[in-house]
């Protein structure tokens, strides 16, 4: 399915970018909900799950889609939405502190996020055969 160069036709280019979307989607998602939940009990252990979360989710995004993009779209959701909400506002409150929670969460997140797609990347984007 394609035409014979194998570039994509443009219904699939519109499907494509449209599953890109929802990837880019998932991980604001994802950020959002980490967000607010961090900081729950056991303290550090949760910030620590949400980043494995955040790492399996563009891990499994690029594996899906067999592109570097397909494991960046989560990750930069993640990313924008952690660190937009990490801004303080004008009233004076925060939604992530800078305790070790926080530090866990939005440090330990970015790494297993970046990490997540490079894995992606590395385990089978670059180790499928190249076409003839």
């Given at each position: 399915?394609?035409?014979?160069?194998?570039?994509?036709?443009?219904?699939?280019?519109?499907?494509?970018?449209?599953?890109?979307?929802?990837l880019?989607?998932?991980?604001?998602?994802?950020?959002?909900?980490?967000?607010?939940?961090?900081s729950?009990?056991?303290?550090?252990?949760?910030?620590?799950?949400?980043?494995v979360?955040?790492?399996?989710?563009?891990?499994?995004?690029?594996?899906?889609?067999?592109?570097?993009?397909?494991?960046?779209?989560?990750?930069?959701?993640?990313?924008?939405?952690s660190?937009?909400?990490?801004?303080?506002?004008?009233?004076?409150?925060?939604?992530?502190?800078?305790?070790?929670?926080g530090?866990?969460?939005?440090?330990?997140?970015?790494?297993?996020?970046?990490?997540?797609?490079?894995?992606?990347?590395?385990?089978?984007?670059?180790?499928?055969?190249?076409?003839?």
């Open positions: 399915m394609g035409t014979p160069r194998g570039r994509l036709e443009p219904a699939q280019r519109a499907i494509a970018a449209a599953g890109y979307v929802v880019f989607m998932l991980g604001v998602l994802e950020g959002m909900i980490g967000s607010f939940n961090y729950r009990s056991p303290v550090p252990l949760v910030a620590i799950i949400l980043a979360v955040i790492f399996a989710t563009c891990m499994l995004a690029g594996w899906g889609t067999r592109t570097l993009g397909g494991g960046l779209a989560p990750a930069l959701g993640w990313i924008v939405a660190f937009v909400l990490s801004m303080g506002r004008p009233n004076g409150s925060i939604i992530i502190t800078n305790t070790a929670a530090q866990w969460y939005l440090y330990g997140g970015s790494l297993a996020a970046v990490t997540g797609a490079a894995a992606a990347y590395i385990l089978w984007v670059r180790a499928r055969p190249r076409p003839r």
